[in-house]
C-alpha cells in the first residue's frame, strides 16, 4: 500500500512539474511558435556576432584552427551557466502565487524553470555547432561523452548557484544588483578567451578555484581530439557541485520551514 501511495504521488509530482513546464514556456515565450524560436536564434546570432568580432581581433586561436570554434566552446558553455544563475534567482517571486496551490511546492517552480533553460540551451548548443560542422568551420567532437557530461556538470553548476541566489534574494532583495556586480569578472577569468595552460602555474592556481573554468576546458577536451588541459579536475568539479547543491536545497528546505 505505500509503495502504491508512493507511486502515485510521485506520478502527481511529475505531472504537476510538467504542467509548470508548460506554463514557463507560455510565459516566458509567449503563446506563438516563433517566441520559442527567437529565443533558441537570438544567441545563436548573439554568439555569432560576438565571434565576427572577436575573430577579427585574435586570428590565431589558442587551440585548434578555428576561432570560431574555440570561442563557441567557452561563450555557449558560459552562457547556459549565467542563465540558469540569473533566471533561477528570481523563481520564487515570480510564482509566489502558485504557492497557494497545495500541490504545488517551491521545488517544483525551481526544477521546472531549470528543465526549460536546460533543454533551450542544449537546443542552442546542438543548432550552432550543426551549423558549424556543416558549414565545414568545425569537426564533429572527438569524444561526445566528455561533451556531453561538461552540458551536464554545467547545467547542475548553475542549477545549484540559481537555487542558492533564489533563496539569498528571499532573504536579501539587494543581492540580485549586488550578485550582478560581482559575477561580472567572471566572463574574463573562466576561459572563455583563454586557456589556462598559457599562464604561469600560480595564476592557474588560482584560476582553477573557479568552477565555470572547468566546466570550459571540459567542454574543449570533448571537443578537440588532441587537447589535454592540464587544470581541469573533474573530480574538484562534480565535488563544488555537489556541495553547492546540498548548500541550495538544504537552504531553500530550510527557509520553507522558517516561513511556516
Known amino acids: 500500500m505505500d509503495m502504491t501511495k508512493q507511486d502515485s504521488l510521485l506520478r502527481t509530482q511529475i505531472r504537476v512539474i510538467g504542467a509548470l513546464v508548460l506554463r514557463e514556456t507560455r510565459v516566458t515565450f509567449g503563446k506563438a511558435k516563433m517566441g520559442y524560436l527567437w529565443a533558441i536564434m537570438e ?8 565571434t565576427l ?51 504545488v511546492k517551491e521545488v517544483d517552480v525551481v526544477i521546472a524553470r531549470f528543465l526549460l533553460i536546460a533543454a533551450t540551451y542544449t ?33 547542475l553548476l548553475g542549477l545549484g548557484a540559481g537555487l542558492t541566489n533564489a533563496v539569498v534574494m528571499m532573504l536579501w532583495p539587494t543581492w540580485k ?47 578537440y581530439p588532441m587537447y589535454n588541459p592540464q587544470t581541469l579536475d573533474v573530480s574538484y568539479l562534480f565535488f563544488y557541485i555537489a556541495i553547492l547543491l546540498l548548500i541550495a536545497f538544504g537552504s531553500e528546505r530550510l527557509y520553507r520551514k522558517h516561513q511556516k
Not at 542552442?124 to 552540458?151: E, K
Open 43 to 50: 544567441p545563436i546570432f548573439g554568439t555569432a556576432f560576438l
Open 53 to 103: 568580432i572577436f575573430s577579427i581581433v585574435t586570428r590565431h586561436p589558442p587551440i585548434g584552427t578555428s576561432f570560431t570554434l574555440f570561442f563557441a566552446t567557452g561563450i555557449l558553455t558560459f552562457q547556459f551557466y549565467s542563465k540558469l544563475a540569473d533566471s533561477l534567482m528570481a523563481v520564487f517571486q515570480a510564482n509566489r502565487g502558485l504557492m497557494a496551490y497545495p500541490l
Open 123 to 155: 537546443t542552442i548548443i546542438i543548432v550552432f555547432f550543426g551549423g558549424l560542422i556543416a558549414l565545414q568551420i568545425a569537426d564533429y567532437p572527438a569524444h561526445l561523452d566528455t561533451v556531453l557530461l561538461a552540458i551536464l556538470a554545467v547545467a
Open 177 to 223: 544588483q549586488l550578485h550582478t556586480v560581482l559575477t561580472r569578472p567572471l566572463f574574463f577569468i573562466s576561459g572563455v578567451f583563454f586557456i589556462p595552460s598559457n599562464f604561469p602555474p600560480d595564476i592557474r592556481y588560482i584560476l582553477s578555484w573557479n568552477p565555470i573554468l572547468h566546466c570550459i576546458e571540459l567542454f574543449r577536451a570533448g571537443y
